[in-house]
DNA sequence: TCCTATGTTCGATCTGCGTCGTACTGTTCG
DNA sequence: CGAACAGTACGACGCAGATCGAACATAGGA
């Protein structure tokens, strides 16, 4: 089938979606996808996050964040296309992703010396 | 010490968050402590969460959100009393507490037959 | 002083899940 | 048709972490 399916975002709830971002690979992602704003596939995402993982394993986790109901997929000839579902997680989740834009603290936490 | 440390609310990371609300277990626990609303001892929360689980594995939970910036601990007596840091962690990441107060779906999910 | 109640810490166990490799599906191009 | 590419499905492996029990610490009351 060529349709993707993805839950309707008022059936999503905030245990999924917590126990979704709380890998930081998926973390990672799901910034990556943030920063590009719009649809990318597999290698923009891995290039985008610079992270280096197998495509089984990206494909894992694209899994799980797509059934928590925060990336959507499209089929784009030969390859897949994701985006964040940035509308309906603001609606349901309203500041979420903001709160996801502040990335990981780099080099440890920023100690004021 | 009598003193009970706990992390400055802007040096804690949505990672850290998201990572201690992960587990089911501690998510009730917040949901607890936020129905309780003032200081709470560990019975009370057990009671109020409706979990029955060992006390050791309670002082871990509680560990993990303390240093999450979760949750506030307080030296009573003979107990010690945990209280939401409802404030902070408005402050620091405005909705999230509000997310959690869905609770979980009750009965499995809302299936549509 | 001794006993009880509340938490913490430590060690051991065990399950969940993140990761990888391989095989498979589907699409595009030569 | 056949080769190459993008992603999925599945099985296996290993590790992080959730849980428990026992020992310890501390405060309060008999």
Redesign the interface.
């Known amino acids: 089938m060529t349709e993707v399916i993805e839950p309707p975002i008022e059936?999503v709830?905030?245990?999924v979606v917590?126990?979704a971002?709380?890998d930081?690979v998926r973390?990672t992602l799901v910034r990556a996808l943030a920063a590009a704003g719009d649809w990318a596939c597999g290698s923009d995402i891995l290039r985008e996050a610079g992270v280096t993982i197998g495509k089984s394993t990206v494909s894992h986790h694209v899994k799980v964040l797509r059934e928590a109901g925060l990336i959507s997929t499209r089929v784009d000839g030969i390859r897949r296309l994701f985006t964040l579902r940035y509308d309906d997680v603001e609606q349901r989740?309203?500041?979420?992703l903001?709160?996801?834009r502040?990335r990981?603290?780099a080099g440890a936490?920023a100690e004021r010396s």
């Open positions: 059936t709830t905030i245990d917590l126990s971002l709380a930081p973390l989740f309203p500041g979420l903001t709160m996801l502040e990981a603290p936490a």
